[in-house]
């Protein structure tokens, strides 16, 4: 015999659900916020032709140079079938290396569709974050998104710095643009193709693969930093990008011990950017 549940009850049950729903889209907002806020670094939503993308920067007197970090893919998704509705990071890991970096003038960008509601964003959809992750109207925006930081910083010149899926946003950014002096990537997916066959995965297929560009950034300064510990995005996928450049031209990678994905690179983070300022090469 089944039982009633009364209707006040079923109620506040439901406010609870959505509540917690919120507050944890609006704590990876605050953890965002608070990361910036120590590093003083301010927030601008950028409204490109698609998309809205959020970004915090620290601007610097006199800079000549805007060193700009890309978020990785986030909160993609919810279950290992099942997409999430808001792919904003728990951890914005490009995030706390901007919030490190003392060097001078500073930009950080999320992805499209972080920090700016998921599925309810404009121009999002779930596509954009699992098999489009990388498509042209992504790097398209970012691009965009890249020009008016570029513009308020006052600066000619930018540098790249690509966490997780972030790196292979930057590479595809890197091959297009001509105001790029240095590639960094740290953990970086930078063959996709080869990440997908290592991890037995259905191909990114509206997605751009930076390998597939490797003729576009042989002239690049470039180096690429991976967790001898990383099972997420292993040492192979690394290799397998600098394998696509000519014999004797293969950019720089460089295995950390010690680390893995996620843990624990802005404890390092000074110490590599001024390695890679100092040895990034040409390939």
């Given amino acids: 015999m089944g039982f009633l549940i009364p209707v006040g009850l079923i109620r506040r049950i439901a406010l609870l659900g959505l509540s917690l729903v919120v507050s944890g889209c609006a ?19 950028i409204a490109t032709e698609r998309f809205d993308i959020m970004t915090y920067q620290r601007r610097a007197a006199g800079a000549t140079m805007l060193t700009v970090y890309v978020e990785g893919d986030g909160f993609a998704w919810a279950t290992p079938t099942r997409p999430s509705t808001d792919p904003t990071p728990k951890n914005p890991v490009a995030l706390r290396l901007a919030a490190a970096d003392g060097s001078g003038a500073v930009a950080w960008l999320a992805r499209p569709c972080q920090y700016t509601g998921g599925t309810r964003g404009r121009g999002c959809s779930e596509a954009l974050w699992t098999e489009g992750r990388y498509a042209e109207m992504i790097i398209a925006s970012m691009s965009q998104a890249i020009d008016r930081l570029k513009a308020g910083a006052g600066v000619a010149r930018i540098r790249l710095v690509g966490y997780s899926g972030g790196a292979a946003v930057a590479a595809l950014l890197a091959a297009r643009r001509s105001d790029v002096d240095l590639l960094i990537s740290v953990a970086g997916m930078l063959d996709s193709a080869a990440w997908t066959r290592s991890e037995g995965l259905t191909p990114l297929r509206w997605s751009l693969d930076p390998a597939d560009g490797v003729s576009a950034l042989s002239g690049l300064r470039q180096i690429h930093y991976v967790g001898a510990g990383d099972r997420d995005v292993p040492i192979a996928v690394a290799r397998s990008y600098a394998a696509r450049f000519p014999p004797g031209h293969a950019p720089e990678i460089v295995v950390v011990d010690g680390y893995d994905h996620h843990c624990c690179w802005v404890d390092i983070w000074p110490k590599l950017l001024t390695r890679a300022e100092r040895e990034a090469r040409v390939p």
């Avoid at 704590?27 to 939503?45: C, L, W």
Wanted: proline share 0%; glycine share 10%; hydrophobic share 55%.
């Fill in 27 to 45: 704590s990876r907002s605050e953890v965002a916020a608070g990361i910036a806020a120590d590093a003083r670094m301010g927030q601008a939503i």
